[in-house]
């Protein structure tokens, strides 16, 4: 190709630059946006300053990630001045939740979509780029019409993958259920994601082997609450356990594993059935937020500790190997010193991988925010995220002191963080990769192990990460099976 011709085809490039927080359900919407902005000649930039469009995928969460958000647009104003043509979108749980005071925040934003209505973003963006500005594309709230029509105002569009907007080529994300009917007074995802659907059981299958064709070994099954799938067609219902019976023998997928799970829903039959296929990473995170019951109540959370408890005991007794992670809300509205000290207790009893805590925030729109004080001085629960998390972290490093010496099976992701802070270039590289459990383990290897599931020997641990070295004998010994 000449020069000139090189010129021309850049000059009709056009450039994204995406930024996603939040859960995996919004890492797993932007690249199916990506996917869909490619097919209309978008090339991928990391600098906002370069691209024609910005998209921010926002959660909402904790109000942190809100202003944190609102923060970073206001960032983009003089951007914005400099070339008046740039499109800036905001999509995710924030768009769907604040609509209209977007705009009202941020007067430069053109675009604010919900989630249920990414498949709209192509064709707002060229609205926008013909003059059509501040538009906003939402689905229905939970009582603006009947619920079948909520529904369909929240479903996914098809979905469009695009393997280099992974974490890594060979982990992907898999969405099965879409929104949330369990109503927690503390959470605004069943307004922002509208009600529990699960997807039909053939597109489930049809995606995880489009997956696997583009090179996924790990699949990750997502939902809100994902135990609960469930899909109904004429007078069979499919739910989760049936989902990985299906997906099991699609060649190339190597680990299966799915997250977020609800405590009442992790029956014998899906436990049994992880511990059946092999594929299965007997690896799950399971929010309690609390080990008080009177909390849970307040919380709306439709179990008690005994619930949680019963749970805990048919894992240890179908999955002994399994590890099992959870989330805990500190400073809930409420919550005496005594009901603290019950979480700790939990968290004691239930020796988790490692738990995920957060203080509570208010979410305008919620239950709690209506109904609830939030009465707990935020010095308080500073303390208590502190206090449970070094109880957590101990729980954490004793756990993985069993690993010293044993040989682990890793998939291998790619170069550790500290590789990439400290610019390592060349083969060789500091490695990273995750156990079949979701444990961290870092080695001196190179880049030709990316993608490979292979035996590692753990040489140090922490609370978070183990040390190791790549095992070089080539019959492989005792490969460690205790939360592996």
């Not at 983009?76 to 008046?84: G, H, R, T």
């Not at 499919?238 to 190339?252: F, K, N, S, V």
């Not at 988790?352 to 939030?374: E, H, L, M, W």
């Not at 790549?470 to 460690?480: A, D, N, Q, W």
Request: net charge negative; aromatic share 6%; proline share 5%.
């Amino acid at each position: 190709m000449s020069e000139s011709s090189q010129e021309i085809t850049d000059q009709k490039t056009k450039h994204l630059y995406i930024e996603t927080v939040g859960c995996q359900m919004n890492v797993l919407d932007s690249e199916m946006v990506v996917a869909a902005l490619r097919k209309k000649g978008y090339a991928i930039t990391q600098d906002p300053a370069l691209a024609d469009t910005i998209l921010f995928n926002t959660c909402s969460v904790r109000e942190h990630a809100e202003e944190k958000a609102y923060h970073n647009l206001h960032h983009l104003k003089q951007l914005k001045l400099q070339n008046p043509s740039k499109i800036i979108g905001v999509m995710g749980c924030m768009a769907q939740k604040d609509q209209n005071g977007i705009f009202a925040r941020v007067p430069f934003v053109d675009l604010v979509v919900g989630p249920g209505q990414l498949h709209q973003i192509p064709d707002m963006i060229e609205r926008a780029e013909q003059g059509e500005k501040q538009q906003l594309a939402v689905s229905l709230s939970r009582r603006d019409g009947t619920l079948e029509e909520i529904k369909r105002s929240h479903e996914t569009f098809d979905p469009l993958r695009d393997p280099e907007m992974r974490p890594t080529p060979f982990q992907a994300y898999l969405r099965i259920q879409i929104g949330c009917d369990k109503f927690c007074t503390y959470c605004i995802v069943p307004m922002t994601r509208g009600p529990e659907q699960g997807r039909s059981p053939e597109q489930i299958v049809s995606e995880a082997r489009l997956l696997a064709e583009q090179g996924a070994k790990e699949i990750t099954l997502l939902g809100q609450t994902v135990n609960s799938y469930k899909h109904k067609d004429g007078d069979k219902t499919t739910r989760l356990a049936d989902l990985l019976q299906m997906i099991h023998p699609i060649e190339g997928i190597e680990r299966i594993k799915f997250v977020t799970n609800y405590p009442k829903d992790m029956t014998r039959e899906l436990l049994e059935t992880v511990r059946d296929l092999p594929k299965c990473s007997p690896y799950l995170h399971v929010p309690a937020q609390s080990g008080s019951d009177n909390v849970l109540k307040r919380m709306k959370r439709g179990y008690t500790v005994s619930d949680y408890y019963a749970m805990m005991d048919r894992i240890n007794e179908i999955l002994p190997s399994a590890a099992v992670s959870s989330d805990f809300i500190v400073g809930f509205c409420g919550e005496t010193d005594e009901e603290f000290q019950m979480t700790v207790d939990m968290v004691r009893r239930c020796r988790f991988k490692n738990s995920f805590i957060y203080k509570y925030s208010v979410r305008p729109g919620t239950k709690g925010a209506d109904i609830y004080q939030d009465d707990i001085p935020e010095e308080v629960k500073h303390q208590r995220n502190l206090d449970l998390l070094a109880v957590q972290n101990k729980i954490s490093l004793e756990d993985n002191m069993k690993f010293l010496g044993k040989t682990v099976e890793v998939l291998v992701e790619g170069p550790s963080k500290w590789s990439v802070r400290k610019h390592q270039e060349g083969d060789l590289r500091q490695m990273t990769g995750r156990t079949a459990c979701d444990r961290i383990i870092v080695w001196d290897g190179n880049m030709r192990q990316v993608g490979a599931i292979m035996p590692i020997r753990v040489t140090d641990v922490f609370a978070f990460t183990m040390l190791g070295e790549v095992e070089t004998t080539e019959v492989l010994p005792e490969v460690f099976q205790l939360s592996v």
